[in-house]
């Protein structure tokens, strides 16, 4: 059975989307085979993993998130992404009409195709409504990504709050990541980051001893396709290759006998 891993953040810009893409292609690198589900109708996911495929419109009419959901039918709405090893289940804007959907539904749905993959990636939206209750529910690990501001500290707060009053079972596989984090900051006490830092760790006691840094080389990476290497001679492309390969190495025990030098 696959690995369910479901990505949540109820403030956006924080780091979701990016820390799905992060984590697959480096699952993905390493020879596993990966589903990821856009269930963010802001399509940025989808858009990553299908730029460029023909008719990829038209495909992602007939095949995405909203008609599984709906018909029941994870199976028949996979497709190939131009990734090797990662495929998808792509967004739908319709998704905004069965807000009210149970929320067992997208488990149900999932362990029809879950002995294909050895890790399915669930990208959610930055809000808390029943999609994201359900992606919350089918997870085997939750990962929020965190920004250090004031903001990302209410919502993450906040979402603590729904975990515990409604998925109580799930509080134990939630883990938070710092996100663009400025490393050139932590010597500088005066700093945003070195003032909210603290506080995030008097309030959480389950961040993960990783910090995926601020760097344009995420941004090349993710937009314009730029691999990430742990052999680069840029500073802020080894930096982010070697975090990732990191936080995948506390995921994948079975594939981390040796880092991905490239992904």
């Known amino acids: 059975m696959a ?66 959901l709906t018909r029941k039918d994870a199976a028949s709405n996979v497709i190939g ?23 067992k539904t ?55 709050t729904k975990l515990y009053d409604e998925l109580e079972e799930k509080v134990p596989s939630w883990y938070l990541i710092y996100n663009k984090w400025e490393y050139a900051h932590e010597n500088f006490p005066t700093a945003r980051q070195s003032q909210l830092a603290p506080v995030f760790q008097s309030n959480f006691d389950n961040f993960l001893p990783v910090k995926i840094p601020r760097t344009p080389t995420m941004d090349a990476y993710t937009i314009s396709d730029d691999p990430l290497s742990i052999n680069s001679r840029a500073i802020g492309n080894k930096r982010l290759a070697n975090v990732i390969n990191d936080l995948v190495d506390m995921i994948d025990t079975e594939h981390k006998t040796k880092p991905v030098e490239k992904f």
Do not use: W
């Open 3 to 68: 690995i369910k891993i479901t990505i949540s953040t109820l403030k956006g810009g924080d780091g979701k989307t990016t820390l799905t893409i992060l984590l697959s292609n480096n699952l993905a690198a390493r020879g596993c085979k990966i589903l990821v589900v856009d269930l963010d109708p802001n399509n940025s996911t989808t858009m990553y993993y299908t730029s460029g495929i023909d008719d990829i419109e038209n495909i992602c009419i007939e095949k995405n998130i909203f008609l599984a």
């Open 81 to 103: 992404s131009r990734k090797e090893n990662i495929d998808i289940i792509p967004s739908s804007l319709d998704l905004s009409s069965i807000r009210t959907i149970d929320t």
């Open 106 to 160: 997208l488990s149900k749905v999932l362990s029809q195709v879950d002995g294909r993959y050895d890790y399915i990636i669930i990208d959610t939206a930055p809000t808390y409504d029943n999609h994201t209750i359900s992606a919350l529910y089918a997870a085997d690990l939750i990962f929020t990504p965190v920004a250090p501001i004031k903001f990302t500290l209410s919502t993450t707060s906040y979402l603590r």
